[in-house]
């Protein structure tokens, strides 16, 4: 039988995740599906957590490491199903999320992007994600541009969407170049051809690990330019507000890297009308001060409370 998903799950030095994540998938109400699982060149035992499951509808493949987008490209070209689910191997479903998204597809057949709401979860606390999305309810369904809805945070994740096998088709896969964001250019190129079905029912949990803003320096040159879609954004006004709050943020870490030269560049091209009062104040300030900011908030979200620029 022709699975009805086709479940994506790149794999690098998740050894201590892994086993969850797929016991979360292989638990779902909704049975028809594929799970294939790229291993690229970990170097922990990662491997050995997925071929002691048992299940036949694993499909395990390993390869040199080549990084998370040729990895998921890897996975692309096995799919057996019309209808592709990404996952992240740290990430959660909750066990009625493919069911779900099989009644969207059935209730929306021409659309071709769904999604759901995600948990974020913290060390000692879970979160809910926020959205751009006006006067949104508990479990309501909305479909919308993706741009105008991702202001706060990204209405897409790599664990959280299901499209159509023919979006890969219409716009491409994965950059291999890009080693970092390379989830962004993807969203991007969804968004300019499709509206997205979203479901604002928390059915995803990211796992959330904390990262130091004062870590080696960030390397610009291994993810997509923004400057690359300057062309889309004179028709899609809400492409240009959602690159300048990229823009804001590889500004700030610019900054952080004291790249003043990149910091300049990126402020340059932003239009200041789609920063909120937080981002314009935050532009402005030193390096020492943007640590300490981070520091607090990560503190706070940890407590149970939520704060961000991007509101």
């Known amino acids: ?41 970990s170097t922990d035992g990662s491997g050995l957590v997925v071929t002691s499951r048992s299940d036949d509808r694993i499909r395990y493949y390993e390869q040199n490491n080549q990084g998370v987008a040729s990895a998921r490209n890897t996975a692309i070209g096995h799919v057996r199903s019309q209808y592709i689910a990404l996952l992240d191997a740290d990430d959660l479903w909750h066990h009625t999320y493919l069911e779900r998204m099989q009644q969207l597809i059935q209730s929306y057949p021409e659309q071709q992007v769904f999604t759901a709401a995600v948990l974020l979860e913290m060390s000692s606390k879970s979160i809910p994600s926020m959205y751009s999305i006006r006067n949104l309810k508990a479990n309501d369904v909305r479909v919308v541009d993706y741009f105008e809805s991702s202001s706060i ?34 969203w991007i190129r969804i968004g300019l051809q499709y509206k997205v079905v979203f479901l ?69 091209a932003i239009d200041y009308t789609n920063l909120n009062k937080k981002q314009r104040f935050l532009l402005q300030q030193p390096p020492l001060m943007i640590k300490f900011l981070h520091r607090f908030k990560l503190l706070v979200q940890h407590l149970g409370f939520r704060l961000s620029a991007y509101r």
């Open 200 to 268: 604002n029912q928390l059915l995803v949990t990211y796992r959330y690990h904390s990262q130091s803003l004062s870590r080696l320096k960030h390397n610009f040159s291994d993810q997509p330019s923004l400057d690359s879609y300057l062309q889309h954004e004179t028709t899609h006004p809400s492409l240009k507000k959602f690159l300048d709050i990229n823009r804001f943020s590889m500004a700030i870490l610019a900054k952080l890297d004291h790249d003043q030269r990149k910091f300049e560049a990126f402020k340059a």
């Open 153 to 186: 945070n990204s209405l897409l994740t790599s664990s959280s969407i299901v499209v159509h096998h023919g979006v890969f088709k219409k716009i491409g896969t994965y950059n291999p170049l890009y080693k970092s964001r390379e989830d962004t250019d993807l």
């Open 1 to 41: 039988m022709v699975p009805f998903f086709s479940i994506i799950i790149p794999l690098y030095n998740k050894e201590h995740y892994i086993g969850n994540t797929l016991d979360h998938v292989l638990a779902q109400t909704f049975i028809n599906f594929e799970v294939i699982v790229v291993n690229d060149g």
